[in-house]
């Protein structure tokens, strides 16, 4: 069936260092979604990208939508404590929507 | 506009029991998704359901089950619970129509289910 990989799988930096983490995948998907869980919360979406090659931006977070839709790519710049959390690509497509495994985050003052 | 809502937000329960955990969706959302979340663990899709109907299904034995009525609530049982069922469910809707944000989902804050 249809799987989403994240890496890294956790990442541990130093605040203020910015931050990259990828979603790939061998199927093609139709919309990318990146959300950020909060430890014992539910997770909160942070970006949404529709179109093969669109870039997004929301505050210090920015994502891209792979050419070949099969990939995603998201950014943190400047780092800070409350960054602190799993980070989950899923991808939508026909009626499915598929979670990725998680990066997690911990960011070290 | 309000968001998702779970209830309860902590639960302990015995070994053999069942639950019933609610969701309430979003305003004019359709659609209801349930996932399990154990620590260390991803999202594990247990089911969605869209106008009362279930749509798809994940690979969970048949003690897991759910329901959504004509209002877009939805509750999800667990009969003879195991200590593997302790965990983290969290509900998710969506609009499920209408374009490109269709399939946004937007998670509560969870029920925290404890099984002794």
């Known amino acids: 069936g249809q799987q989403l990989n994240q890496s890294p799988q956790s990442m541990f930096i130093q605040e203020g260092e910015d931050v990259s983490m990828n979603c790939t995948s061998s199927s093609i998907f139709n919309t990318w979604l990146w959300y950020k869980q909060d430890p014992g919360e539910g997770p909160v979406l942070l970006i949404a990208l529709y179109k093969a090659g669109e870039l997004t931006s929301n505050g210090r977070l920015t994502a891209q939508f792979g050419i070949t839709r099969k990939d995603s790519f998201l950014n943190i710049s400047a780092s800070i404590p409350s960054d602190v959390g799993i980070y989950f690509c899923?991808?939508?497509?026909?009626?499915?929507?598929?979670f990725g495994p998680g990066t997690s985050l911990s960011v070290i003052p | 506009k309000a968001g998702v809502t779970q209830t309860p937000r902590y639960l302990i329960k015995t070994r053999g029991q069942q639950v019933t955990l609610s969701c309430s969706p979003i305003?004019?959302?359709?659609?209801v998704s349930w996932y399990q979340q154990t620590p260390g663990q991803g999202l594990q899709f247990l089911f969605e359901y869209f106008s009362e109907t279930q749509r798809n299904k994940g690979n969970f034995p048949g003690r897991f089950s759910g329901r959504q009525f004509s209002n877009s609530r939805s509750e999800m049982n667990v009969s003879t619970l195991e200590l593997g069922d302790s965990a983290l469910y969290l509900c998710?809707?969506?609009?499920?129509?209408?374009?490109?944000?269709?399939?946004?989902?937007?998670f509560g804050p969870g029920t925290r289910l404890t099984v002794t």
């Open positions: 899923a991808g939508t497509s026909y009626d499915k929507v598929i």
């Open positions: 305003s004019g959302h359709r659609s």
């Open positions: 998710a809707s969506s609009l499920r129509t209408g374009g490109l944000r269709a399939y946004e989902q937007y």
